[in-house]
């Protein structure tokens, strides 16, 4: 067997979602802040998995719930 076990499904999955305009100007506004920091103009459909992933992964009631289920 193979040290490396079979790599996971990594098709990506198309999610449309509706904000609101307040959200939607902090959204612009970050990754403007984002442009910025780094010198790289990146849309915000490209900055929201990011975001998705890093509050997801830094939610420890999340993390734990997951984990028992």
């Known amino acids: ?3 490396l ?4 499904d990594r098709t990506p ?4 979602i509706t904000v609101m ?3 939607s100007r902090g959204l612009a ?7 910025e920091a780094y010198g ?6 490209e900055l929201i998995p990011f975001m998705l992933d890093a509050f997801l992964s ?7 719930a ?4």
């Open 1 to 3: 067997m193979l040290k």
């Open 5 to 8: 076990g079979k790599l996971p």
């Open 13 to 16: 999955v198309k999610i449309t």
């Open 21 to 23: 305009p307040d959200l």
């Open 29 to 35: 506004d970050y990754a403007d802040l984002y442009r």
């Open 66 to 69: 997951r984990k028992e289920a």
């Open 58 to 64: 830094s939610d420890r009631a999340f993390a734990k």
């Open 40 to 45: 790289e103009k990146v849309d915000v459909s």
